[in-house]
T-cell receptor, first 115, second 113 residues
């Protein structure tokens, strides 16, 4: 499949633990986005990568959240000292940045549950 | 301060009839408006978009209308089919920088046979 993939599909953890969520974007897509969708809400922007650098991390809720994209392809969202309020579906999207609409293609998401 | 709002959490329409989903926004710094469709356990899938300089875009059974003076857009699906049953998200793309998408809360559309 040539779409955006995310692993794991589900993650259950205990309050206070550390988690890593992985995103494999579509090959050749230079732009990568992380969004978070809480129950009954639409996705909310977290962070945007252009290549390897985090060009906009204004959506990260606090310093427990961090994301990397070291080689400009796969990205990992890292959450330290998880809290119950972090429970949500974390979505990754990728796109080309060539002008025009630059449609964002979404992965299936990782459902994170913090007990 | 929800910038994009979908005020109807759910909508039920009979098969063959027209479905109309509505969306309002408050920020003028958007250059595209998009509709995404989402099935359970899947990511949102792009459906149709409209540039902020247009007032209508049509693609098959789907038409999106944009009323800039009212800061309102709508998605029309005609005729509605059972496979259209899903959650629909309205999204607006910011002009500058990350071009991130700002989403509404979603409307669950159910098409009844």
């Amino acid at each position: 499949g040539a779409g955006v993939s995310q692993t794991p599909s589900n993650k259950v953890t205990e309050k206070g633990k550390y988690v890593e969520l992985r995103c494999d974007p579509i090959s050749g897509h230079t732009a990568l986005y992380w969004y978070r969708q809480s129950l009954g809400q639409g996705p909310e922007f977290l962070i945007y990568f252009q290549g390897t650098g985090a060009a906009d991390d204004s959506g990260l809720p606090n310093d427990r959240f961090f994301a990397v994209r070291p080689e400009g392809s796969v990205s990992t969202l890292k959450i330290q000292r998880t809290e119950r309020g972090d429970s949500a579906v974390y979505l990754c999207a990728s796109s080309l940045r060539r002008g025009g609409l630059n449609e964002q293609f979404f992965g299936p998401g990782t459902r994170l549950t913090v007990l | 301060d929800q910038q994009v709002k979908q005020n109807s959490p759910s909508l039920s329409v009979q098969e063959g009839r027209i479905s109309i989903l509505n969306c309002d926004y408050t920020n003028s710094m958007f250059d595209y408006f998009l509709w995404y469709k989402k099935y359970p356990a899947e990511g949102p899938t792009f459906l149709i978009s409209i540039s902020s300089i247009k007032d209508k875009n049509e693609d098959g059974r789907f038409t999106v209308f944009l009323n800039k003076s009212a800061k309102h857009l709508s998605l029309h699906i005609v005729p509605s089919q059972p496979g259209d049953s899903a959650v629909y998200f309205c999204a607006a793309r910011e002009i500058q920088g990350a071009q991130k998408l700002v989403f509404g809360q979603g409307t669950r559309l159910t098409i009844n046979p």
